[in-house]
């Protein structure tokens, strides 16, 4: 189908698109558009105004800043994917990335728009959980930032307001870290039934620090507290890590859909995450 | 409307469309690129697959507008002198496709493929194809032309 008439605007600075998003009525950011097309398509949104961010130059690609990476919100996955600095500092997000979707949607699909669109199967929120991320949202009123744990507020629901654009992430380096993204999906180009990030410092054989994300766990990215826990010094042994990935469902509300119900759910996010772990401590 | 100018083909044209155009509808209506063609609504299968600067895209989930000042490359653009591109060449020979209509994209995307990775296993073609739906499922020859083309030199 074809989409419902709009007004079209390309900014060409972030302050352009702010003064757009609050000055014109029923405004949409449209970044790769890999998530909104169908939904225009589909007519299940029709705005008034598309403000069409892909030709802000400030908001593409990965720098070094000192102890973080700053990725900004336009990178296409396949630039995040390739990116060597990401490898280096940020395996984990390399390796979620790469599980997005298929390689055409990786070439238009952006890093800020899949944070923002903030879908429960999406798999780069549980990463920013994760990794702890931060979030630098530009408004009206200046710039301020989120941590990732307060930026996903529920089912497609963001801190961001509906003037405000992502315009950056900052990621937080794990230089040398252990990384695995374990997906489980059953076809083709699907999103995840459940998915599990997780990240590992190792101190000789034993695990010294640990960051583990759930995907599609409950309405938003969920961070598991409790394994991370229980993993800190503990051999990266399949028996510990088991153990400790036991507890991975504990205090989540995954929904029950046509993939699976919540008790499926909560058996797969134990075993994906002794998965992960292993296999981000070269164990697995 | 929107004045935009956009290469395609090899050709440059300028043209006024709405904004809400699809880049697809743009190709086939006002240019008449039919080879080009449109399968879902969800973004999902993968037919309308054209190069945009050199990669692969849906054309389907783009307007337009957004290939202002680029250059598309579609299915009508690789053949030349009457020749088919190896590519093309390798799908004919291969039995790769039964109604055809997966074809247009499934070739685009395995020029994608064959770009990045010049010498693909199976496994790595299956997916590097994954965003391309074949509803006949003809999938076994698809993946042995890709690799039939690679091995030939088929990047070009
Ligand atoms: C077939 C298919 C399969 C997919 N599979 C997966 C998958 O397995 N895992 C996965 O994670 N994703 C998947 N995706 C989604 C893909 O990752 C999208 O790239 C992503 O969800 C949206 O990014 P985008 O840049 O395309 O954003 P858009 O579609 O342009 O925007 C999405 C939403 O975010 C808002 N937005 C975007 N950028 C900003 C910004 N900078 N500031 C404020 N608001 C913003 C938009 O207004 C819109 O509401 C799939 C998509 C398709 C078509
Ligand atoms: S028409 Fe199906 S993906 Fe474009
Ligand atoms: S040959 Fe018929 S859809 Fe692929």
């Known amino acids: 189908m074809i989409p419902a008439a709009f007004e079209y605007f390309t900014p060409s600075t972030v302050d352009e698109a702010v003064a757009l998003l609050r000055?014109?009525?029923?405004?949409?950011?449209?970044?790769?558009?890999?998530?909104?097309?169908?939904?225009?398509?589909l007519r299940l949104a029709a705005p008034e105004t598309i403000v069409d961010i892909g030709r802000i130059g400030e908001l593409q690609g990965?720098?070094?800043?000192?102890?973080?990476?700053?990725i900004g919100a336009m990178t296409p996955h396949s630039t995040v994917q390739a990116d060597p600095l990401v490898?280096?500092?940020?395996?984990?997000?390399?390796?979620?990335?790469?599980?997005?979707?298929?390689?055409?949607?990786?070439?238009?699909?952006?890093?800020?728009?899949?944070?923002?669109?903030?879908?429960?199967?999406?798999?780069?929120?549980?990463?920013?959980v994760a990794l702890d991320a931060s979030f630098v949202i530009a408004g009206p009123d200046g710039r301020r930032t989120v941590a990732a744990a307060d930026f996903f507020e529920g089912v497609f629901s963001t801190a961001l307001a509906e003037d405000e654009l992502l315009v950056e992430v900052r990621v937080p380096k794990y230089t040398g870290w252990g990384a695995h993204y374990e997906k489980f999906n059953r076809v083709a180009q699907q999103w995840s039934i459940v998915a599990v990030a997780a990240a590992v410092r190792l101190d000789g054989d034993s695990i010294a620090e640990a960051r583990v994300g759930l995907t599609n766990m409950g309405s938003t990215p969920i961070r598991a507290s409790a394994v991370e826990a229980a993993l800190?010094?503990?051999?990266?042994?399949?028996?510990?890590?088991?153990?400790?990935?036991?507890?991975?469902?504990?205090?989540?509300?995954?929904?029950?859909?046509?993939?699976?119900?919540a008790d499926y759910r909560r058996h797969l996010a134990s075993v994906l995450t002794r998965r992960a772990v292993l296999s981000a401590a070269g164990t697995g | 409307?929107?004045?935009?100018?956009?290469?395609?083909?090899?050709?440059?044209?300028?043209?006024?469309?709405?904004?809400?155009?699809?880049?697809?509808?743009?190709?086939?209506?006002?240019?008449?690129?039919?080879?080009?063609?449109?399968?879902?609504?969800?973004?999902?299968?993968?037919?309308?697959?054209?190069?945009?600067?050199?990669?692969?895209?849906?054309?389907?989930?783009?307007?337009?507008?957004?290939?202002?000042?680029?250059?598309?490359?579609?299915?009508?653009?690789?053949?030349?002198?009457?020749?088919?591109?190896?590519?093309?060449?390798?799908?004919?020979?291969?039995?790769?496709l039964q109604c055809g209509y997966c074809t247009p994209g499934m070739i685009m995307q395995s020029l994608d493929l064959i770009a990045d990775n010049p010498d693909p296993s199976e496994d790595d073609v299956r997916l590097g194809l994954e965003g391309n739906l074949c509803?006949?499922?003809?999938?076994?020859?698809?993946v042995k032309a890709v690799r039939a083309a690679a091995a030939a030199g088929g990047a070009q």
């Open chain 1, 87 to 128: 490898g280096e500092h940020a395996r984990l997000v390399s390796l979620a990335t790469a599980t997005i979707a298929d390689p055409q949607v990786r070439h238009r699909g952006t890093f800020g728009g899949s944070l923002a669109h903030a879908d429960p199967a999406g798999d780069l929120p549980a990463v920013a």
């Open chain 1, 232 to 261: 800190v010094g503990r051999p990266a042994t399949p028996e510990a890590v088991r153990e400790a990935a036991a507890l991975a469902a504990d205090g989540t509300s995954p929904v029950s859909d046509l993939n699976g119900d």
């Open chain 1, 23 to 41: 000055d014109q009525p029923d405004a949409k950011v449209l970044a790769g558009g890999q998530s909104l097309m169908p939904v225009l398509r």
């Open chain 2, 135 to 142: 509803r006949c499922t003809g999938y076994q020859n698809i």
């Open chain 2, 1 to 96: 409307m929107t004045r935009i100018t956009v290469k395609v083909d090899g050709s440059s044209f300028t043209d006024e469309v709405e904004p809400r155009t699809l880049l697809v509808h743009y190709l086939r209506e006002q240019l008449g690129k039919t080879g080009t063609v449109v399968g879902c609504d969800t973004s999902n299968c993968g037919s309308c697959t054209v190069h945009l600067d050199g990669r692969s895209v849906k054309s389907c989930s783009l307007f337009a507008v957004q290939a202002d000042g680029h250059e598309v490359t579609t299915i009508e653009g690789l053949a030349a002198n009457g020749q088919l591109h190896p590519m093309q060449q390798a799908f004919h020979e291969n039995h790769a």
């Open chain 1, 62 to 70: 990965v720098r070094d800043d000192g102890d973080a990476l700053v």
